[in-house]
């Protein structure tokens, strides 16, 4: 199972709780980058956005593979990867969405890179993957109009029809 999304969707947050719910191992694979290469602002600050991206593919390849039954919440920027689309065809990928005004109320901009300079950047970026969100989502739940332990509930439930089915 795997939970992506824009930044600020919750996908950290309600992740954990959903892989509590079921019983299975929590990875995300922003905190795995930051265990090994420290925070993803210097990352992106010392050797660029390319280079982030690259150690994310693989970060996200290795976390996906894994046979040990486990929810993995990606990074927003991880659908960008055209290797990373191909192997959440083969997954239940849950996209968690949410909106500018939330999100820009509710996150850690120093944490992230990409709306440090320009906070209106967050739509823009939306719009521009949008559809590769659609393209590998099996479903999607908004995180906005209910709190974080009901809406944890819900993917729990839906991902436990889902598995059984
Ligand atoms: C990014 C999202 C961040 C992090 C990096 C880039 C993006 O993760 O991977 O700052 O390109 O959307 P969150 O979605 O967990 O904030």
Redesign the pocket.
């Known amino acids: 199972m795997v939970f992506i999304?824009?930044?600020?969707?919750g996908?950290?947050s309600i992740g954990r709780r959903v892989a509590d719910m079921l019983g299975v191992d929590f990875v995300?694979?922003?905190s795995e980058?930051v265990k090994t290469h420290g925070a993803?602002?210097d990352v992106?600050t010392n050797h660029g956005?390319a280079f982030?991206r690259d150690l994310?593919e693989h970060v996200v390849q290795d976390a996906l593979v894994s046979s040990s039954p486990r929810l993995v919440?990606?990074?927003?920027?991880?659908i960008?990867s055209a290797k990373t689309r191909e192997l959440l065809k083969g997954v239940t990928t849950v996209l968690l969405m949410t909106n500018e005004e939330t999100v820009l109320n509710r996150?850690n901009l120093d944490?992230?890179?990409?709306l440090r300079e320009d906070p209106n950047a967050w739509k823009r970026?939306l719009d521009e993957?949008m559809p590769l969100y659609s393209e590998v989502a099996t479903v999607t739940f908004d995180t906005v109009h209910a709190p974080k332990d009901k809406i944890a509930l819900e993917i729990t439930n839906w991902l436990r029809n889902e598995h059984t089915r």
């Open positions: 999304g824009p930044m600020g969707s996908k950290s995300d694979t922003d980058i993803i602002s992106f956005e982030f994310e919440a990606l990074g927003g920027g991880a960008l996150v944490k992230r890179p990409l970026i993957r």
